[in-house]
């Protein structure tokens, strides 16, 4: 069937393609195979039928002009065909054969004379290659090319282009919306009810002497003993990876080492590790570090949600010992302004520049 032009290509057992017209009823043309048909397929624009008969030959024909433009015989029965939409290749299955084969169709790259073909011009073709089959014996050579030039170097790409360039972390933009908003996710799933330990009763109840039938349920409840609490004096207070970490960074340095292993912690552990930053050296030098980080321009949208974070978790605290917090807290204010005021700049140009390129005709 060709819808666009209503037209219905019948296969017949005298080996010939009968086209007809759908609305006036007629048959239109008539198409020669000389052998047993075994699939008919139009092209997309209706000009041409591709017929695949029991002889291994595959026929074209064009269908206002009733020739023969084009025959080719496969190794094998070709058992169903079929064209691209475009036009670009046609795709066959054959007999005895695993797969799909594709033909390019040379009339959408050069110019082809469409003359008509005699039955004696057949062409004797093999099917196309398999992947990886008929190219081993390429691939494995160029898989065995080693590099003896001692001077040709891979280029490998640098963690940051350029000190002019702001880097962030390449990681999901959720992790970091969901460290911001680890509380507002927490409250919200958080249950309705408390869980309720199950009644405990034992298996066998006394009862009370007297006519009726009553049980003797003793109603006081048993004491249990209180938990036994920790004074905060009595045991040492753990560091923990995060913390030893930030302690073995150079304070001058960019800290690479420890962003690196803040950015593998899940947001619940990383709001965790910033909860626990209580001491006043600790936070001093994770402030320094902060503002390390973004004098150096990498981990930019990673730095500003641990400065969220940090100051929802410990803003009293800072505020309360801002005498000697001030230093290191400057340089945060000095860093994150000068940073913020850079790429909101290039961010106002970068938009500029798109803007200006989708208005040019």
Request: with cysteine; net charge negative; proline share 5%.
């Amino acid at each position: 069937m060709q819808r666009e032009s209503n037209m219905v290509a019948v296969s017949c057992g005298d080996r010939v393609v009968r086209i007809v017209d759908i609305e006036t009823r007629r048959v239109v043309r008539e198409l020669d195979c000389r052998a047993r048909i075994r699939d008919i397929t139009w092209s997309a624009d209706g000009r041409w039928i591709i017929v695949a008969c029991y002889d291994r030959a595959i026929r074209t024909f064009d269908v206002p002009s009733g020739r023969l433009v084009d025959v080719f015989r496969t190794p094998d029965v070709a058992t169903s065909i079929s064209m691209s939409p475009t036009g670009d290749f046609l795709a066959t299955t054959h007999v005895n054969r695993l797969g799909i084969y594709l033909w390019a169709n040379r009339a959408q790259y050069t110019e082809v004379p469409l003359r008509t073909v005699d039955e004696e011009e057949v062409v004797d073709v093999l099917v196309p290659s398999v992947q990886g089959q008929a190219e081993e014996d390429a691939l494995e050579a160029l898989a065995n090319l080693a590099l003896n030039d001692s001077n040709q170097t891979v280029f490998d790409s640098p963690d940051q282009l350029s000190g002019e360039l702001v880097t962030l972390t390449l990681l999901p933009r959720a992790k970091w919306q969901t460290l911001l908003n680890l509380d507002v996710i927490s409250q919200r799933n958080k249950p309705k009810e408390p869980p309720k330990a199950p009644e405990q009763a034992p298996f066998f109840l006394p009862t009370l002497p007297g006519v009726e039938h009553r049980f003797a349920v003793d109603s006081a409840t048993t004491e249990v003993p209180p938990t036994k609490q920790l004074r905060a004096g009595a045991v040492a207070e753990a560091e923990s990876e995060f913390v030893r970490r930030l302690a073995e960074e150079d304070l001058e340095g960019d800290h690479e080492d420890f962003f690196q292993y803040a950015r593998e912690l899940s947001p619940a552990a990383l709001d965790l590790e910033l909860r626990g930053l209580t001491r006043l050296p600790v936070l001093e030098r994770f402030i320094r570090a902060l503002a390390a980080r973004l004098a150096s321009r990498r981990d930019f949208e990673a730095v500003q949600a641990m400065v969220g974070v940090l100051l929802r978790l410990h803003g009293d605290v800072l505020v309360e010992n801002a005498g000697e917090m001030e230093v290191c807290l400057t340089a945060l204010r000095e860093a994150q302004s000068k940073e913020t005021g850079r790429v909101l700049e290039m961010t106002a140009q970068a938009l500029g520049t798109l803007a200006f390129v989708r208005a040019a005709p």
